[in-house]
């Protein structure tokens, strides 16, 4: 015949004393009262874990913070998820471990991994750019989102006041580079699919022209605007120097004179100022 166990009541649970060795007070259906000598109080669950049939305890959590009611509620709980064959500790702590890489894999978080790669492929001052761009535009709103809860209903959110400065070639790299971020995610097992592949089509689209430029004749008459126009003697030299050498903005403004070789008229840019990664000579007169 099996032994019926009497529920505790809430004075038993209350007034139960320390012992010189823990004892246990029991309240049916493996819910357990642990009292320690200390005079602490555990609630605990002893129960055979699916398939492997193995006895264990499952802590609810000490008494008084838990109450009696409280420790029955949990105790429901697992003997629902058991009568499916789910182990109770084992659906805790992957509660627990989901949570857990919630906080810990925000975008921001992921977007920093990301970046670490990222700046290998590419120059130092479009690096800094990217990041840029995104402390700017991307971080101070969802950053702290976790990965894989951005939708894209929130990075459009995010983007639309960019959209309606009318700055579309912003709005253009800010969806490129959500959508590495996105994608550098998947790739590392961190969401399933990326949410975002179609963002895009909800901005208009840059118009493409053609960048300002002068003719042969015409410049002349720039070299004299240049001359006496109001700004820093220095920029004036920048833009001499980029006219002599044909060479980009941000390699001639990152120029240090141990790059130019006075005595063969030739300026070696490195490798990892140029946007091919490969080093480029220029004849400077």
Known sequence: MARITTPLTNTE???AKARDKEYNLSDGEGLQLRIKPNGSKLWLLNYSRPYTKKRVNLGFGKYP?????DARK???????????????MEHRDSISNHQKEKIEN?????????FQVKKSAVTPNYAEDIWRSLEL?????????PISEITAPIAIKTIAPIAEKGSLETVKRINQRLNEIMNFAVNTGLI???????IKAAFEKPKKQNMPTIKPDELPDFMRALSIASIKIVTRYLIE???HTIARPSEAAGAKWSEIDFENNLWNIPADRMKKKTSSFRTVN
């Not at 913070?65 to 009611?69: E, G, V």
């Open 106 to 114: 925000t975008l921001l978080n992921v977007a920093k991994k990301w």
């Open 137 to 145: 535009h991307v971080f101070p709103y969802i950053g702290k989102r």
């Open 241 to 243: 120097w980029q006219l």
């Open 192 to 198: 399933h699919s990326n949410p975002l592949t179609g």
């Open 74 to 88: 949990l105790r429901a709980e697992a003997r629902t998820l058991l009568a499916k064959n789910i182990d109770p």
């Open 13 to 15: 649970v209350k007034q």
């Open 65 to 69: 913070d838990i109450s009696l009611a």
